[in-house]
């Protein structure tokens, strides 16, 4: 899944994602959305836990097809 579709299904705005990813703007988000700015390593990850892995890192980042993020199990502290 793509980020605008697995934004959309949320129900979040472009400015909501950028909240809970922690950027300052929603405009980082438009760009990135876009394909205009390559997604940096950190928040192609943020992504991928952020959505449980629908959004994979390997999806943003083709280069990093071969790291695993860590997902926190459902009901576990954070």
């Known amino acids: 899944m793509d980020v605008p579709s697995f934004?959309?299904?949320?129900?979040?705005?472009?400015a909501e994602l950028a909240?809970?990813?922690r950027?300052?703007?929603k405009g980082r988000i438009s760009t990135l959305?876009?394909?205009a700015?390559?997604?940096p390593t950190?928040?192609?990850?943020?992504?991928?836990?952020?959505?449980?892995?629908?959004?994979?890192v390997r999806e943003l980042r083709p280069?990093?097809?071969d790291v695993r993020v860590?997902?926190?199990?459902a009901g576990a502290p954070a």
């Open 7 to 14: 934004r959309k299904s949320k129900g979040w705005s472009q």
């Open 19 to 21: 909240t809970r990813l």
């Open 23 to 25: 950027l300052r703007s």
């Open 33 to 35: 959305e876009s394909g």
């Open 37 to 39: 700015d390559p997604w």
């Open 42 to 56: 950190d928040l192609a990850i943020a992504m991928d836990r952020l959505s449980a892995g629908e959004v994979p």
């Open 63 to 65: 280069d990093l097809h």
């Open 70 to 73: 860590v997902h926190q199990e």
